[in-house]
């Protein structure tokens, strides 16, 4: 089993790697890999004396796995560079609701605090296939519940930007990795933000691919798809890169798709820009912080200056909060109604509360909800019969105090749950459609703020080439990474 670091300063000239590798581009990293000039070897040597330098303050990769990931690297490099995959020899996080084959993985629960797995997730195979190479779990929230990244085995991931404020989650650690150079690409996943959340607070990029195009192990249910895998980056390139390495279809996923004609990042490289798109401060379902809708307004209407038509708009939404409420709460009675007969002492409150409210829905409540989220879907790709993206805050506050176990209200309005005051998210997951958070500025106080930018389903190609374009106007990229910063 691995899951302890291993202190090791093999390189190819035997002696520790470039530590300014850290600023560098995956992209530009892969380059680097193909064309001979690090190995995997020297990139793991930086990545363990940047996590001892800069990951106490933050917390967000709590296991490392160096042996493991040595060795693989060494089996790695054995084969031609032309043999490598696309990753070429890249070290990547994996987030710790996903097993890893000999790794520690406990989903953030004490219940699974010992859990070594013996198989890998049909996602992890296929990045290792495509040439990444696995060194750490990046902290999340037991079972990914809330978005708030803390949980009782490894306690809370704080935000580089200022520890005393969250990171959000569920992929908290992993926007926290990228943000403070402990990763160059990072895997994530979504379900009612969990990707686009912390994007947002930690100043990255983090993208929701379209149900199906990231193949992941079965459980519970092989039509499960509110929550879906994608990658989280530095830039939108970046972003593209880990896309092409995580899609394709598998056996193991019967709902899986096929890997597009054209990569993803070619598509980003090609330069083609929206002709319209939309902007809405709240998609009509939620308040939001004034900074917040006011940084991303100014953001969205920067598209002008590439010739985009930007206009006020977005689909009618109106069901979002029922409707969710409903099939997430359904989803976990689903995958976690045994813990709760067995394991409830071990469980946390919102993770009792969602399978409890799961295992009260009556067939009719499902019927209305199901219901609700095809009508949504219907009017939102009529809206974008007219519209090439829309465009809405991915956050609707700034990172908030980490002792703040959630948003308990916004601009006035007191939320009924731990998870409505992530609407603007989880509307966009049940219309189906691929969606990313952008940085695109700083609330007074220096926090980040990430603007949510969502396309047609199956249209991440489109919507990863909007998002360079933005991100080439707004200038923010290379903001990252970052040392930890205390209050100030």
Not at 92 to 114: C, F
Not at 144 to 165: I, K, L, Y
Not at 226 to 243: F, S, T, Y
Request: charged share 25%; proline share 7%.
């Amino acid at each position: 089993m691995f899951y302890s670091t291993i202190h090791d300063q093999e390189t190819a000239e035997g002696k520790v790697a470039d530590q300014g590798l850290v600023r560098e581009t995956a992209c530009a990293i892969v380059g680097k890999l193909r064309a001979g000039e690090v190995t995997p070897l020297d990139l793991l040597d930086v990545l363990e004396k940047r996590i001892a330098e800069v990951d106490g303050p933050v917390n967000a990769l709590p296991t490392l796995c160096f042996d493991r990931a040595r060795d693989r690297a060494r089996a790695l490099m054995k084969k031609p560079v032309g043999e490598r995959g696309l990753l070429a020899g890249l070290p990547i996080p994996i987030k710790d609701l996903t097993a890893v084959e000999g790794v520690l993985t406990t989903q953030g629960s004490p219940i699974y605090k010992d859990n070594i797995p013996a198989k890998s997730d049909i996602l992890v195979e296929h990045l290792e296939n495509n040439g990444g190479v696995i060194y750490a779990k990046s902290n999340t929230p037991e079972f990914g519940a809330g978005a708030n990244t803390f949980n009782e085995v490894f306690g809370a991931t704080r935000n580089p930007w200022d520890t005393s404020r969250s990171a959000a989650g569920s992929s908290g650690g992993a926007a926290v990795a990228l943000a403070t150079g402990t990763a160059w690409l990072a895997h994530g996943s979504d379900m009612g933000g969990s990707l686009r959340n912390p994007a947002s607070f930690c100043g990255i990029v983090g993208l929701r691919p379209s149900i199906g195009r990231v193949a992941h192990t079965l459980a519970a249910a092989v039509d499960r798809n509110l929550g879906v895998n994608g990658p989280m980056a530095r830039n939108v390139e970046d972003v593209a890169l880990l896309l092409d390495a995580m899609s394709g279809e598998h056996p193991g996923d019967p709902l899986s798709l096929p890997v597009l004609p054209n990569s993803f990042l070619s598509a980003v490289r090609a330069g083609s820009k929206p002709k319209r798109i939309a902007y809405s401060p709240d998609l009509g379902i939620t308040p939001v912080d004034p900074e917040v809708a006011a940084v991303t307004r100014k953001a969205a209407q920067r598209f002008a200056e590439a010739g985009v038509i930007v206009e006020e708009a977005h689909p009618d939404l109106r069901e979002a909060h029922e409707c969710f409420h409903v099939l997430r709460a359904f989803d976990f009675a689903l995958s976690k109604a045994q813990l709760l007969r067995t394991k409830r002492d071990q469980l946390k409150p919102e993770v009792i509360w969602n399978i409890e409210e799961g295992l009260k829905l009556t067939v009719e409540q499902l019927e209305r909800a199901e219901a609700q989220r095809v009508a949504m879907t219907a009017r939102t790709l009529e809206f974008f019969d007219k519209y090439d993206l829309l465009l809405a805050p991915a956050t609707i506050v700034a990172p908030f105090p980490v002792e703040n176990r959630y948003v308990a209200e916004c601009a006035g309005k007191k939320f009924d749950n731990y998870v409505e005051w992530l609407g603007i998210v989880y509307a966009i997951t049940l219309v189906c459609c691929p969606a990313l958070s952008l940085p695109c500025g700083f609330t007074a106080s220096g926090l980040p703020v990430g603007l949510q930018m969502v396309a047609k389903p199956r249209g991440e190609a489109q919507l990863l080439a909007g998002a360079k374009v933005l991100e080439d106007i707004l200038g923010m990229r290379g903001t990252t990474p970052i040392e930890p910063r205390a209050p100030r």
